[in-house]
């Protein structure tokens, strides 16, 4: 393997496979489930900080007049957002407690810049009072939050989220934000045709535009497609005698959850068909001609990991009145606006971990293992709307290994059918057994909380952010019994 393929969670040392023993932040993994319980969340801030490094320098190379807002839906605890706060970096807050969180953590107003496509009165009037940046989904809603900042007698600072965008199918849909058939943004097309009422808003400050092309982009037209859009917008702005100050282009930035080789050798395999849980898996489309299968959701792995798409972008060409234009020249004949994104699983995802006890191992439809764990499908959030890829690994005796792998099928313990993790067969090291403790490799942004729930009274696991082996905080601890259900 090619050593830049190797995943942070292993090159930062965190986890550490080449003993006997497997570590994590230099503890026995059997030391963690002790000290614990598992199942269990674990996150590196290392980790996190040299992701938060790696998006600053790339900016200060190319756009210097720009700032990153740490996406807080990635993981929006007090204690990340300190963290967040003490690196200096802003936040894109889709909530009141995002927002509440955000300042509590000592995030600057200024550094805020308030999302979310159902923004509560009390919420934007928060906002419209603490001078923090509104990002209103639509003409709608700036409508309303001019109301609300009139009886305010304030000015609203907003940008106007934008979708519509011919993307393409270059995500999963329920994390694609920007194409037509999407809750979020106004329609670029009615953007277009309402610049008159966009710009007459009494009591708005428009500083500009935002999108957000949706989650784990692996490709860069659709960043440059839609970057280009919102310079074009900028000018018709500025057209109408504004100044477009702001370009706010998102989050999206993906993460390699696989290397190359083990992606393609999981796209063969899907095409043979030869290690599926069934047909009707939503993200397989069926060519019935050719007799092939193929994948059709989410890209586990991308030639532009992380910040490296975004350098990719800011040194690529976008369209600008129909003519092609260098991306920093374009930023530049608009006067230079500030650039804002708003990565979230690119900062969270390679530095977290799960850990969770097999229960067992048995067969499905007669003759296909099936690993069963003390676990389920709701602390592995994109597992939960659609068949997701993570690599598990056995990290009891983590060096014993069959002579072939083991393909199993993964699933939890919830009353619930749909609760499978793997609905295609990973590989282990061998046939896992009772007690074993296994790994969800990168499951640091979204899956460990996203869709926790208490389904079937299960606790939820507790949630740790490690600063090193003797520094290690709960962001927040497994559930009571009394927290479940209610009684007090
Ligand atoms: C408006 C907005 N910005 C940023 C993000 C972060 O996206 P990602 O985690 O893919 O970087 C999201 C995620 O859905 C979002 O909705």
Redesign the pocket.
Known sequence: MNSEEINALESSGFLNLTGQTALIDSKPVTWWAEEFGLPLHVRSAEIIKGNIQAFKNVLQKYYPHSNI?F?A??FPYPEMLKLIASEGIGI?A?SYHEMRCALEAGVPPHAIGL?GNAKEDFMIQEAIGKDILI?ADNIEELNYVNHLAQGMHKNANALL?VSGFNVGNVTADE?L?SNSWTK?GEHIDRVKKSMEQITGFSHINLQGF?A?V????TTLEPFQLVLGELINLGHLLNAHGQTCQIINI?????ISYFTQSEWNDFLIRIKKGDFLWHDKLNKIEIDHHNQIKRWIGEQFYTAFPKEKMLAALLQSQVMINGKSCNVLQALHDLGQPLLII????????DSGLTLARVSHTKTVNLDHHLTILEMGITNLGEAFFGPSARKWTILTDHQQKDAQPFATFLAGNLCYSGDVFSPYKCLLQRKPKRDDIVMAHMTG??DQYFFASNANAFARPPQLLSYGPNHIITVKKRDTYEEITGVI
């Open positions: 807002h996406a839906k990635a894109d889709a999302n990002i989220r994390v934000t979020f935002h957000h949706g989650s784990q982009i998102g989050g999206g930035y993906p708003e990565p979230g699983r690119s900062i969270m995802g942004a979204y």
